[in-house]
């Protein structure tokens, strides 16, 4: 642990596959590292699990490589220099200048506390060099009903299971797009839910197209041989080309009607058939969470399924020099990519810190080539599913575009079609959409598309945003003024030279 | 398979027994130890805890892990908790969350 008052050597923000690994690495390698993770324990999305007053004997009955966890926890447990920091919200990232330390904001507690009159915990941890691990949020494409009690997100089913031990039904449909809705389907069908069908917007033949990247990831034909036969063992029938494209109630969901896709995710009319439920876990894939980053103007590049992730240089560190991201923060690529470019990024930190040479030329060179590999792969998944323009056809016009501002469909197209927006800031003035307290990670897609003038017109890029997460104002207000305030939304500079 | 053999994910995950009771809207709603508001809500069948603030519409949990906000309920009297963070507490009263959940307008 650095003497009180001086910066750790590296903070690593996020406790997922990417964190774990990066701060395990980084201290057996020497260097004093702050570990901070708004979740009270380790784990993130991938390796999510009860807390540890439901003594669960068998955690490992969720996962197939708890054993890859279990380590990681081991080696953070004996390593000297990781100073734990869980309960800690961060909602900004700031340096005085290039070359100063890093400073994170955090606010303290079990984080959920919206009341902007309570007085806020915070705190300010400092550090030398910056590991972005915040992994990613999951995106939507709205339909109506989809605001219906009893539908989920795909991940928030998944999530809710691994910690929380509940099921949102017992007939629970899995529908949208991307791997991890064979995951959600295979775990809620373990947990004892009916999933009669997984419904994929996409086919899974894209993947064929892009026969190297699967040639070099035998792991992942594994990975989905494992999860067909876990579907079949459930008797889940795997429908493609398919999507929710309404969900049926009143109070809760009862049913939902599914319909066939044609070219560009278009329903095919007249193909609509209804499916008896009590759940819906649905997503349409994940975006990564880089607002901490792109606030201090942090290159990005667009991926295949149009989603934004950090630049970054081939040892991981992005273009703010000494800000290095791994795992989903660099583009949608799954635990396995997290966990080797978490490593790779903490070699590389420990080299510029050291000035030392990272750890033998032939480790990096291996984690080097894995880690292009596993990219490849995720580049071929991200273009296997793409949303498809057509989806904006199932909307209705009374459709619940914005969940918090319950904005609708029709709202926001009358604000592009009579009043001009082109870009969800101007969606967001006019209509109020994306304005409410999810900060508009959950309309933002939609409404993105929306917006865009041409139904194929490529999105906007990541909206910049002054805070991470809602900040009570007491906190803000209590900032000392020896903490540099957080850069300005549209401030190119990194933080003030106050 | 009959509703009453069906496996449950704590049989699965080999948790805990012990429970522990709290209200949702004066009825008892079980708890595991280290159980969400959110998470014991589900078992219990409940799916919705808010009415919104335009349509007064019902919502429950969506994203799971913090980040929607659909799930805001009052909990001890206070208003816009996260019942997917928030750890259920023995005899913790938790009340639909009607609206912004402040008895005045603001
Ligand atoms: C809801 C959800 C469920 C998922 N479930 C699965 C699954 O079951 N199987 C699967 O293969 N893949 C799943 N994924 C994909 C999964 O994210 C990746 O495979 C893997 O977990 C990525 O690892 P990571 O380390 O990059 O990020 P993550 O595992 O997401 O870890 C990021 C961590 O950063 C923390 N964090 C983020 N922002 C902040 C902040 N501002 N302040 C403090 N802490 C912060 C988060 O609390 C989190 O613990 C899921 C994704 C989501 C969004
Ligand atoms: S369910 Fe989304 S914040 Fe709780």
Same mark, same amino acid.
């Given at each position: ?16 596959p ?6 395990v ?6 260097l ?19 807390a ?12 197939h ?24 919200h ?8 290039p ?17 902007a ?10 550090a030398r ?7 990613s949020?999951?995106?939507h ?13 795909a ?19 899995v ?5 991890l ?6 775990s809620?069908a ?53 999507a ?67 630049e ?33 990024a ?8 050291t000035?030392?040479?990272p ?15 596993l ?8 273009a296997?599913?793409?949303?498809g ?31 001009g ?14 304005m ?22 490529t ?6 945003r ?8 007491g ?14 939304p ?9 | 398979?009959g509703? $009453?053999? !069906?496996?449950?994910? #704590?049989?699965?995950?080999g ?7 709290? &209200?949702?809207? /004066? +009825? ?11 998470a014991a809500?589900?078992?219990a069948?409940?799916?919705?805890w808010?009415?919104?603030?335009? $349509?007064? !519409?019902?919502?429950? #949990? ?9 799930c805001l309920? &009052?909990?001890? /009297? +206070? ?7 928030v ?9 639909t ?5 402040h008895?005045?307008?603001?």
């Amino acid at each position: 642990m650095p003497s009180p008052g001086d910066p750790y050597d590296v903070a690593v923000l996020g406790a997922g596959p990417a964190g774990l690994a990066a701060a395990v690495t980084a201290a057996e390698q020497g260097l004093t590292v702050a570990l901070l993770d708004a979740a009270q324990q380790p784990g993130g999305q991938y390796y999510r699990h009860p807390a540890p007053a439901a003594r669960a004997t068998r955690p490992d009955a969720l996962h197939h490589d708890w054993r890859v966890f279990a380590g990681l926890r081991e080696r953070l447990d004996a390593a000297e220099g990781v100073t734990r920091l869980y309960g800690h919200h961060v909602w900004s990232m700031t340096r005085e200048a290039p070359g100063s330390p890093w400073s994170l904001h955090a606010l303290t507690g079990e984080g959920d506390d919206d009341d902007a009159s309570a007085p806020g915990t915070g705190t300010t941890v400092q550090a030398r060099a910056m590991l972005l691990a915040t992994g990613s949020h999951e995106r939507h494409l709205p339909f109506p009903g989809w605001t219906l009690p009893g539908v989920v997100s795909a991940g928030g089913a998944q999530a809710m299971l691994k910690s929380g031990l509940a099921l949102p039904g017992t007939r629970v449909v899995v529908a949208g797009s991307g791997p991890l809705l064979l995951a959600a389907a295979t775990s809620l069908a373990a947990a004892g839910a009916d999933v009669p069908e997984v419904i994929e917007a996409s086919g899974y033949l894209g993947y064929a197209r892009h026969p190297a990247a699967l040639a070099a990831n035998p792991g992942k034909l594994t990975e989905a041989a494992r999860h067909g036969a876990a579907l079949l063992r459930h008797r889940v029938r795997p429908r493609t080309r398919s999507a929710v494209t309404e969900a049926h109630g009143a109070d809760r969901v009862e049913a939902v009607t599914v319909s066939r896709l044609g070219r560009d995710w278009r329903p095919v009319p007249g193909s609509e058939r209804r499916v008896a439920c009590d759940a819906l876990a649905v997503g349409h894939g994940l975006v990564p969470r880089t607002e901490l980053a792109t606030t201090l103007g942090c290159a990005t590049r667009r991926a295949a399924d149009g989603t934004y992730a950090l630049e970054l240089g081939p040892l991981q560190e992005t273009s703010l020099r000494g800000l290095w991201a791994a795992g989903e923060t660099s583009g949608v690529g799954g635990a396995q990519a997290a966990l080797v470019e978490g490593e790779l990024a903490a070699l590389a930190i420990t080299a510029r810190l050291t000035g030392r040479r990272p750890a033998p030329a032939r480790r990096l060179r291996a984690l080097r080539r894995r880690r292009d590999h596993l990219r490849a792969f995720a580049d071929a998944m991200a273009a296997a599913h793409a949303p498809g323009p057509g989806w904006t056809r199932w909307l209705g016009d009374d459709t619940e575009v914005c969940r918090c501002e319950e904005v609708t469909a029709a709202r926001v197209r009358e604000a592009v079609a009579d009043y001009g927006a082109r870009d969800p800031r101007s969606v967001k003035l006019l209509t109020r959409a994306g304005m409410g307290w999810c900060q508009g990670r959950v309309c933002g897609t939609a409404v993105a598309c929306l917006a865009a003038a041409a139904p194929d017109a490529t999105p906007a890029p990541p909206d910049r945003r002054l805070l991470a997460t809602p900040v009570p104002l007491g906190t803000l207000a209590s900032l000392t003024p020896a903490d540099p305030p957080p850069a300005a939304p549209d401030d190119p500079s990194e933080g003030h030279p106050s | 398979m009959g509703q $009453a053999d !069906r496996t449950t994910p #704590a049989d699965l995950v080999g948790a805990t027994d012990a429970t522990h009771f709290f &209200t949702f809207d /004066g +009825r008892r709603v079980a708890a595991r130890p280290g159980q969400s508001i959110a998470a014991a809500l589900w078992t219990a069948g409940i799916l919705a805890w808010r009415e919104t603030r335009g $349509a007064a !519409r019902p919502r429950g #949990a969506f994203c799971g892990i913090g980040q929607c906000h659909d799930c805001l309920a &009052t909990v001890n /009297g +206070r208003p816009n908790r996260r019942a997917c963070l928030v750890t259920a507490r023995p005899g913790d009263e938790v009340t639909t969350q009607k609206g912004h959940g402040h008895a005045e307008p603001r």
